[in-house]
């Protein structure tokens, strides 16, 4: 499925943003220029460059966005939880149950009772 | 890019931001009852030259086989070629389909929708939608399919990325080492994430803002001041789709090499 959504999606991401595409096959474009450049020339220079100083902005955004996403998950898996719609759909327990389930076997006279 | 995505993901799912996701769930554009519901009189008579599309004021033409809505040519999604639609395409309103299924009322009008509801559907990989009214099409444009493309391609491009620790420079597929190309797809996915997602809440905002006779203008957090920051604005307008906005006709255009001689006779029909 991998394979099969790596060879199509990218069609659907470009029906999605029609001429917008150019976005992220620049993006993509100008990696692979600079990864497949010699180490020599100016491209190679320049986009490391652009790369290390990328890297250091977006390592120091990246370090924010996981301390943030890391008390996010916390507070979501805590039990005095601030988000109880999130919560109450990761633990599910269906306390509303007055009759057995059906796939349960019961005696035939006491099928269909309430408890 | 990845970790701004998730980061989005969750505060779409709040209560707070998670309005401008909610705000479509109950349809607010419908000018029908739906069918499931029951009426105490046995028709129900409309005067049909009096109402109005609520996407674009003008006189209604059709209906909406999702939510009933009557809307005009305009207000109308007029659907993607079959070709590319047909494609693994799936089901998208189950829950609507569980309900016609148990309408006991009006049985064989059940079944009449429950047929039209399965055969509203989508295509994830191709970014395909089946005909329906504009409201519906960007309720499910917006937090179905595209929603669940860009979590497709967030998966993908993490999943290239993590790919680029296993393998080494020295496989050679092509002209390039396998390294780098799994570096330039995990690229291309995780731009095309971000940018995704973000399209997609600022269409549901514009969406929102203009049409504001229907939709909670609420919904739209107050940071996104689109009424007197002009910048703000121009940004969200950017990213939006530009069919958001009211009066515009939704429907995509293709190369004509995707359409079959029906779907081409039926457009001149339509026009």
Redesign the interface.
Known sequence: M?V???A??????A???RW?AY???G??LF??IV??AQKTTYMYLLGSASFVFLSLFCLR??SW??V??TS?FLLLLSPNRP?T??HSLLHHRRGWFNALSLRVRVHSSRHGQIR | MLLVCAFAYILLDTDKYGKIRSSFDKRPWRNMKSLFQRTEEEEVFVNFNAMKCPFTNNPVRGTCPICCSLTHKDGYYHGDPHVLHEFSSQIVEHEMAKEASAMDHKPVLGRIQLDTLIAYRANYLFATLSPSCKGCYYKTWCWNVGYRMTWQSAILGFNCMMCTYLFGEDIQIFYADLRAILFCMSMFFSVSTLYMLLALICTSVVFIYEHPHFMDLDAIPKFIDLKNNERVRSWVYWFADESARFGVNPTKSYWTVFYSKKEKEEQRRRR
């Open positions: 991998t099969f959504q790596v199509f999606q990218p069609f659907g991401i029906n999605c943003m917008r976005i992220p096959i993006c993509t990696l692979r990864l497949l955004f990246a966005c996981f943030l996403l996010l988000f719609k999130t």
